[in-house]
Nanobody
Framework: QVQLVESGGGLVQAGGSLRLSCAAS????????MGWFRRAPGKEREFVVA????????YYTDSVKGRFTISGDNAKNTVYLQMNSLKPEDTAVYYC?????????????????WGQGTQVTVSS
């Protein structure tokens, strides 16, 4: 059974940093695409970034380019989202997702597995 478990969320002041983790289990993810999405209060789920587990390719949404970095640790089966220069508009529940495909996607319906989410709150 596939499980994705996020951690690392919290409350941070604007300009601060957080690192989210997504621990994956249940199968080999080397051929998967891993993604991070977020949902702000009253808004739809929004794509943040996607990465081939091999790390050979990444795709960021424009609003986080230069501030967020996705990475993976194959030995730990864990994907990270380093978030720097956080802004109040980054406040959301952040979700990790896995897609059984080689191709990157920003569409939530393309992803096969989801974590439960972790809350990130950025105060002004």
């Amino acid at each position: 059974q596939v499980q994705l478990v996020e951690s690392g969320g919290g409350l941070v002041q604007a300009g601060g940093s957080l690192r989210l983790s997504c621990a994956a289990s249940g199968r080999t993810f080397s051929s998967y695409v891993m993604g991070w999405f977020r949902r702000a209060p009253g808004k739809e789920r929004e794509f943040v970034v996607a990465m081939r587990w091999s790390g050979s390719s990444t795709y960021y949404t424009d609003s986080v380019k230069g501030r967020f970095t996705i990475s993976g640790d194959n030995a730990k089966n864990t994907v990270y989202l380093q978030m720097n220069s956080l802004k109040p508009e980054d406040t959301a529940v952040y979700y990790c997702a896995a897609r059984n495909s080689w191709y990157l996607s920003k569409e939530p319906h393309d992803y096969d597995y989801w974590g439960q989410g972790t809350q990130v709150t950025v105060s002004s």
